[in-house]
């Protein structure tokens, strides 16, 4: 069973940069489309950001631009750098794993990330 742990979240202020890095246990990473997702209070979880095991990238409209996903597959790590943070990225982050191949799927524990003044 596959295990993912984040980090990286924190308090900070609008402008500023975070990377949240998510690593994960076993050996399907390399064949696995990882995913960020956050979810902020009183609203559904959302798609932020994905990444193929070949590296093809996806965004949602709100953070293109600003965040970039990347994964390290030496490493079994995915990061996701936050540039120029504002109040509404606040929210718990998650990572996600899909195996490619069984479809197997399982999410972090999220890390907090609060964008305040």
């Known amino acids: 069973q596959v295990q993912l742990v984040e980090s990286g979240g924190g308090l900070v202020q609008p402008g500023v940069s975070l990377r949240l890095s998510c690593v994960a246990s076993g050996r399907v990473f390399s064949i696995s489309v990882m995913s960020w997702y956050r979810q902020a209070p009183g609203k559904q979880r959302e798609l932020v950001a994905v990444i193929t095991s070949g590296g093809g990238t996806n965004y949602a409209d709100s953070v293109k631009g600003r965040f970039t996903i990347s994964r390290d597959n030496a490493k079994n790590t995915v990061y996701l750098q936050m540039n120029s943070l504002k109040p509404e990225d606040t929210g718990v982050y998650y990572c996600?794993?899909?195996?490619?191949?069984?479809?197997?799927?399982?999410w972090g524990q999220g890390t907090q990330v609060t964008v305040s003044s």
């Open positions: 996600k794993l899909m195996s490619a191949t069984t479809r197997y799927v399982t």
